[in-house]
Every structure is written in structure tokens, then in C-alpha cells.
């Protein structure tokens, strides 16, 4: 069975620039949640999507947007990227609201 | 607000020495409470998990048990291998802000050697 995978691995953006981070959960699994995480903040709750609806939002700008689609593939974006951006992002699959999560290895972004 | 508070690492250990990696937590209400393991070069995975006092959580001879009144949910094994190096990640989370927004510790690395 395929894990959670997490496309592009690595990038590396221009402060002002945007992104967008794409994560296809695995099979079956409808709750795709996006963390990121960093040296100093370690691991922060972005949000959670369930069947294409946000269901909880972290305490982050309204520049990380995310959405799910009907395959429960699910994207995040950040706009006006700022060098404080720069971080892990780790995007997590569950089959219901347990708390048992599934990880991908993440997308690390660099901010120049 | 809700927290959790783990030992610093590194934590380093020989092969079949006694772990115990410390995590506590603030919280109002009665949260769920977690241990994750991140191993090198791989995404993090539930390693066990207690949903309310006294239960105690086990899985690959790690156990931690559920303490209300110490606030702790403090993780042990009788007896490490160097398979167990990686950074393990205390967390909790409620029902009503939905399980799988999860709150977790700055992580506590453990190296073993052989």
C-alpha cells in the first residue's frame, strides 16, 4: 500500500514569490492535515481538510491557503512568501478523526 | 493555553539500556495524549497512543501511561536497540478541536550505540 507522498521534495522560492505543495494521501484515507515545521516553532498544525471541506485552521496568516479535492488529493499554497517561511512542510492522511496520523516525508522550502 | 513540554535530547544510550524520555502537558480538559517516532530520512509514525487515564499505550516494546495527576505521559523501554535511534515526538489532542489537530513537543532525540 502507497504512504502518503509529498511532490516537490525540495524547492527553493524568491522572497515575494509563491508556492504551491501538493499531497496525495493514501488510498482510502479522506482527512489530509498540512504541519509545518521548523528548528525554533517545531511541529504547527496548519489545517485539515475531510471530503474536500476545511474542518480546523491553525493559528497561521491568511497567506497558507490549502484545499482538497474529490480524490482527497489535497494542495497548500503560500503567497508573499517570506524568509520565515522557510520550513518542513508535512502533510498527514487519517481514515477518520482519531489522532493517528500518516506522514509523508515533506516538502522542504527554502526562502531566499 | 494547551502544551507539551519534553526532556531535551540528545539522549544517548547503549544497546539494551533502560529508555525513559519525559513529556508533560498543559491542557484544559482531558486530551488524548501521543508518541510519534521520526526514524532518519522517513516521515513520522504513530508509535502508541492513550485516550484517557490510567490507560497505558504500547507498541515495539515502547509503553507510556496515561498520568491525570501528574500531568505525564512519559515514554519507556526495558531495553533500546540501535534500531530505535530517531526523534521522538510528544503530542496531544482533543475531540473538540478535532483529533487530528495535533499539539506536540519540540521532540527528543535518541541515539543508541552498540
Known amino acids: 500500500k502507497a504512504g502518503v507522498t509529498q511532490t516537490p521534495r525540495y524547492l527553493i522560492k524568491t522572497r515575494g514569490q509563491q508556492v504551491t505543495l501538493s499531497c496525495s494521501p493514501i488510498?482510502?484515507?479522506?482527512?489530509v492535515s498540512w504541519y509545518q515545521q521548523t528548528p525554533g516553532q517545531g511541529l504547527q498544525f496548519l489545517f485539515e481538510?475531510?471530503?474536500?471541506?476545511?474542518?480546523n485552521k491553525g493559528n497561521f496568516p491568511g497567506r497558507f491557503s490549502g484545499r482538497q479535492f474529490s480524490n482527497s488529493r489535497s494542495e497548500m499554497n503560500v503567497s508573499t512568501l517570506e524568509l520565515g517561511d522557510s520550513a518542513l512542510y508535512l502533510c498527514?492522511?487519517?481514515?477518520?478523526?482519531?489522532?493517528?496520523?500518516?506522514f509523508g516525508e515533506g516538502s522542504r522550502l527554502t526562502v531566499l | 493555553g494547551n502544551s507539551v513540554t519534553q526532556m531535551e535530547g540528545p539522549v544517548t544510550l547503549s544497546e539494551e539500556a533502560f529508555l525513559t524520555i519525559n513529556c508533560t502537558y498543559t491542557?484544559?480538559?482531558?486530551?488524548?495524549l501521543f508518541w510519534y517516532v521520526q526514524y532518519p530520512g522517513e516521515g513520522l509514525q504513530l508509535l502508541l497512543k492513550?485516550?484517557?487515564?490510567?490507560d497505558k499505550g504500547s507498541n515495539k516494546g515502547f509503553e507510556a501511561t496515561y498520568r491525570k495527576e501528574t500531568t505525564s505521559f512519559h515514554l519507556e523501554k526495558g531495553s533500546v536497540q540501535v534500531s530505535d535511534s530517531a526523534v521522538y515526538f510528544c503530542?496531544?489532542?482533543?475531540?473538540?478541536?478535532?483529533?487530528?489537530?495535533?499539539?506536540f513537543g519540540a521532540g527528543t532525540r535518541l541515539a543508541v550505540h552498540p
Open positions: 491542557a484544559t480538559g482531558y486530551p488524548s
Open positions: 498527514a492522511s487519517s481514515v477518520r478523526t482519531s489522532g493517528e496520523l500518516f
Open positions: 481538510y475531510f471530503s474536500e471541506t476545511q474542518r
Open positions: 492513550a485516550t484517557k487515564a490510567d
Open positions: 503530542a496531544l489532542s482533543f475531540s473538540g478541536g478535532g483529533y487530528n489537530k495535533l499539539i
Open positions: 488510498s482510502g484515507h479522506r482527512s
